[in-house]
């Protein structure tokens, strides 16, 4: 079965340090995959996605993502925290034309 | 640009009373739309989703419906509110292979 795994719940890091959310995949043929941002009691917000080309994706608010087929990863990447980075977060990968298959989600809290 | 609006953003509902939940896209044409829920603010249950006026495509059977009477237009509803059917409602809208953006979401409540 097509499927998402963020093998982590919860990532704790110091502000300043850097931040992995991990994701791994399984999705047949050449995966569409998205991280998405949820604050408490709001709807997601779109980070970054990957389709083709440049294995490393830049997104907003200074995230980016690392495809790598072999691992079948996709972890999503901030080089230096803040404490307004303390989220919910996402990882998904489309099914088909019109689906997308979500993870269970990765709470990250960035302390001061 | 695009905008989803959804309303209300909090409902509290007494078990057995109807539910209607509205998602209104603007700033674009024939968008593919959806509705999740998130329970205990966690996983996306995805519950319906449509690709066109009048189509909808459920994915899981269950206590609610969805209609699309208007193009931009996505209506969850239920006739009966269950319990179970507490949480956090999401709609999205999606063009062709695009990413997925969501809406604000609606809090329900069922006592």
């Known amino acids: 079965a097509q499927s998402v795994a963020q093998p982590e719940d919860q990532v704790n890091v110091a502000e300043g340090n850097p931040l992995t959310v991990k994701c791994t995949y399984s999705?047949?043929?050449?995966?569409?995959l998205f991280w998405y941002v949820q604050y408490p009691n709001r709807g997601l917000q779109f980070l970054l996605k990957y389709i083709t080309g440049d294995n490393l994706v830049k997104g907003s608010y200074g995230f980016e993502a690392e495809f790598n087929k072999s691992q079948t990863s996709f972890h999503l990447k901030k080089p230096s925290a803040l404490v307004s980075d303390s989220a919910l977060y996402f990882c998904a990968a489309q099914l088909g034309d019109y689906k997308l298959s979500f993870g269970a989600g990765t709470t990250v809290t960035v302390r001061a | 640009s695009q905008t989803i609006h959804q309303w209300p953003a909090t409902l509290v509902q007494p078990v057995g009373s109807p539910l209607s939940l509205e998602c209104t896209v603007e700033g674009t044409s024939n968008p593919n739309l959806y509705w999740y829920r998130q329970a205990a603010g966690r996983g996306l249950q995805l519950l319906f989703y449509?690709?066109?006026?009048?189509?909808i495509s459920s994915e899981v059977p269950q206590n609610l419906s969805a209609s699309r009477p208007q193009d931009r237009q996505f209506i969850l509803s239920s006739k009966k509110l269950l319990l179970s059917d507490s949480g956090f409602y999401l709609c999205?809208?999606?063009?062709?292979?695009?990413?997925?953006?969501f809406g604000p979401g609606t809090r329900l409540t069922v006592l």
């Open positions: 999205a809208w999606r063009l062709a292979t695009d990413t997925q953006y």
């Open positions: 999705v047949s043929g050449n995966p569409y």
């Open positions: 449509s690709v066109g006026i009048g189509q």
